[in-house]
């Protein structure tokens, strides 16, 4: 009996993304992870429904991450990295130490609410879900984010300009940008006026107060 040529010719197709892609499956299933990490909690989720999310069977999504905290532990690990990128090219810009902190301060606020669901889980987890991996995140790049910020206000104060000690400034600056984007975040409901205008209307006026004229 002959062969079909059509059988004979048509090459099979596999399932398997093409060699070299794993980095873009690794990006798939952490972006799959944040959003249900969100919508459930970090209890909720389990392994085979971040699997199913991406297509992929648990088996498979077991061969780029070899637990659940270790996919949440990344997902705080790289919004930490984004954030400590977007402060190094501020902290870099040659103007004056109060504007410098005005705008680092203002970058927190941003990178907040262009990321609300990885802001969620490095700054809104319970204490719980925390150990699983967001807490260890925070605490290695977390703390350096927080210290290169504490530096620009005492920066400020060596000029003279600060009113008030260099640690409780830092951390009323740092206070107030985490709970505007955490409020504006978890309640969308609310009449919010024009997010622009509800930042530089409260940073206007906490820079009023401890920047010297």
């Given at each position: 009996?002959?062969?079909s040529?059509i059988?004979r010719?048509?090459?099979?197709r596999?399932?398997r993304?093409?060699?070299?892609e794993g980095?873009?499956?690794?990006a798939?299933?952490l972006g799959?992870a944040?959003?249900?990490?969100?919508?459930?909690?970090?209890e909720?989720?389990?392994?085979r429904?971040?699997a199913d999310e991406v297509?992929?069977?648990?088996?498979?999504?077991?061969?780029h991450f070899?637990?659940?905290?270790?996919i949440?532990?990344?997902?705080?690990r790289?919004?930490f990295?984004?954030?400590?990128?977007?402060?190094?090219?501020?902290?870099a810009?040659?103007?004056?130490?109060?504007?410098r902190l005005r705008r680092l301060?203002?970058?927190?606020?941003?990178?907040?609410?262009?990321?609300p669901?990885a802001?969620?889980?490095i700054?809104?987890?319970r204490?719980?879900?925390?150990?699983e991996?967001?807490?260890?995140?925070?605490q290695m790049?977390?703390a350096?984010?927080y210290?290169?910020f504490?530096?620009?206000?005492?920066?400020v104060e060596a000029?003279?300009?600060?009113n008030?000690?260099?640690r409780?400034s830092?951390?009323?600056?740092?206070?107030?940008?985490h709970g505007?984007?955490s409020i504006?975040i978890?309640?969308?409901?609310f009449?919010?006026?024009e997010?622009d205008?509800l930042?530089?209307?409260?940073?206007?006026?906490i820079?009023?107060?401890?920047i010297?004229?």
């Amino acid at each position: 009996m002959s062969v079909s040529p059509i059988l004979r010719d048509t090459p099979v197709r596999s399932t398997r993304k093409p060699k070299g892609e794993g980095h873009a499956r690794r990006a798939e299933i952490l972006g799959a992870a944040e959003k249900i990490f969100v919508e459930v909690g970090y209890e909720g989720a389990t392994i085979r429904k971040i699997a199913d999310e991406v297509g992929l069977s648990s088996t498979a999504l077991y061969m780029h991450f070899s637990e659940k905290s270790e996919i949440l532990h990344e997902i705080c690990r790289s919004a930490f990295e984004r954030l400590k990128e977007a402060n190094a090219d501020v902290i870099a810009a040659d103007v004056a130490p109060e504007v410098r902190l005005r705008r680092l301060i203002e970058a927190y606020v941003e990178f907040g609410f262009a990321n609300p669901n990885a802001y969620r889980l490095i700054y809104l987890t319970r204490p719980t879900e925390a150990r699983e991996g967001a807490e260890s995140a925070a605490q290695m790049l977390g703390a350096e984010l927080y210290r290169s910020f504490e530096a620009v206000v005492a920066a400020v104060e060596a000029e003279g300009r600060l009113n008030g000690d260099v640690r409780a400034s830092a951390q009323a600056l740092w206070a107030a940008a985490h709970g505007i984007v955490s409020i504006v975040i978890t309640k969308p409901y609310f009449d919010w006026v024009e997010r622009d205008l509800l930042v530089r209307t409260q940073f206007d006026a906490i820079f009023s107060g401890l920047i010297r004229r």
